[in-house]
């Protein structure tokens, strides 16, 4: 995955042939209390020593609280990474923005970042867990933090060990209460960056960004995009946007090519991904590619000895409600300002600029390649819209 600014992000999704089932493992953006925007570059946190917050503290009401991200699927590991422009130090970065919008790494402001793991029980009650009791710092890229449970509504395999709607495990029999094959409905995560005194600013850059980039070990991801303001300083440039960008793969590298010869159209096509898209203020245009140029849409899958075969995508938006349609090279899909409720508070409701839908696979053509392990990318584009 890449980051233009003239084009905006440009994300992949890559697709393996081969017999392994399908799965459901989601990372999500919830904005809860607080914010992606302009977050004041000329401000110093105290303390801003990651030691400081290694401890039993929460630091959600924290002013540099970024919200939640929202996770279901099996135990996991959550690794974050840097996703634009880095100065070369160790840690996290704001980086200024220029006249012209490039980003300007000789002009930052450093920070890292505190998490905290809840877990929201399957009980009419709602009922609550710490899942660590302590903060988790991320200071550096590459860093993790670990997800011991797994969160969803899936059920238990009769005769197989499940829990019931307090969290207690035992085995389902078929009729017992024991149905949910992990403790939790959701998971969330509690994200705070602390920006600390290491920082290069200049009078004559005004905004700044950073992308953090969060992917769990099966592969799901979330984008965030953070934007800053240098407040007191002429206003100079750009003033970046801010936005929350999620893929979540529904089928697993890979699955077995006889689920694509059985989706023939748009109506019975096999869904291979979800997109979503979750704003404060940016509005935004996504589309889809089979180059990364992002000028063709004509899909194949591929294998190792130069084997091809075609093979068609559509997207199926839930947010807005729109009829399912094919994707071409100049099709392109709108954000809209949607209300969009918190799965965790409940009566928690913003009003944020949304895409969400299912990007989908099918053979309007019947295919049969010989055998062997193929392999697709589709390019995805998340432009900003003025």
């Known amino acids: 995955m890449r980051f233009a600014r003239k084009v905006g992000l440009i994300c992949t999704i890559t697709m393996v042939l081969l017999q392994i089932p399908l799965f459901s493992n989601a990372l999500t953006y919830d904005i809860a209390t607080g914010t992606l925007c302009d977050f004041a570059i000329n401000y110093t946190d105290n303390p801003d020593d990651p030691s400081a917050y290694m401890n039993s503290t929460p630091v959600v009401d924290h002013p540099g609280f970024l919200g939640r991200l929202i996770y279901t699927g099996e135990p996991t590991q959550l ?32 920070f890292f970042i505190v998490t905290r793991a809840m877990g929201l029980r399957h009980s009419p009650s709602n009922a609550q867990d710490d899942l660590s009791l302590i903060n988790s710092v991320i200071t550096a890229p590459g860093q993790s933090i670990d997800i011991p449970y797994g969160a969803g509504d899936e059920t238990a395999q009769v005769g197989e060990l499940g829990y019931n709607a307090q969290g207690q495990q035992d085995v389902f029999t078929g009729s017992n209460e024991y149905q949910y094959l992990y403790p939790y409905r959701y998971i969330w995560i509690d994200l705070t960056i602390i920006r600390t005194s290491n920082a290069n600013r200049s009078f004559w850059i005004t905004y700044y960004e950073s992308l953090l980039w969060i992917q769990s070990s099966e592969e799901a991801s979330v984008l965030l995009t953070l934007s800053g303001k240098d407040s007191g300083w ?19 590298d890979g699955f077995p090519f006889s689920w694509l010869q059985q ?25 889809f590619a089979s180059d990364a140029g992002g000028n063709q849409a004509q899909f194949f899958f591929s294998n190792q000895y130069g084997d091809i075969f075609p093979f068609s995508l559509a997207f199926d938006a839930s947010k807005p409600n729109l009829t399912v349609v094919p994707i071409t090279s100049s099709q392109t899909f709108e954000t809209v300002v949607q209300s969009v409720t918190s799965p965790i508070d409940g009566n928690s409701t913003h009003q944020m600029h ?19 392990l193929y392999t697709s990318t589709v390019y995805v584009f998340v432009e900003p819209v003025e």
């Open 263 to 287: 989706a023939s159209t748009i109506y019975n096509a096999l869904e291979i991904a979800r997109v979503i898209y979750r704003a404060e203020d940016s509005a935004a245009s996504i589309r």
């Open 79 to 110: 690794t974050f990474f840097n996703h634009g422009p880095t100065t070369g130090g160790s840690r996290f970065y704001f980086t200024g923005l220029d006249m012209s919008g490039q980003s300007s790494t000789s002009r930052y402001k450093e």
């Open 354 to 372: 949304v895409l969400e839908g299912s990007v989908l696979a099918y053979l309007p053509i019947y295919q049969d390649p010989p055998m062997g």
């Open 234 to 252: 002429i206003v100079w440039g750009q003033h970046p946007e801010s936005y929350a960008f999620s893929i979540e793969k529904t089928v697993e």
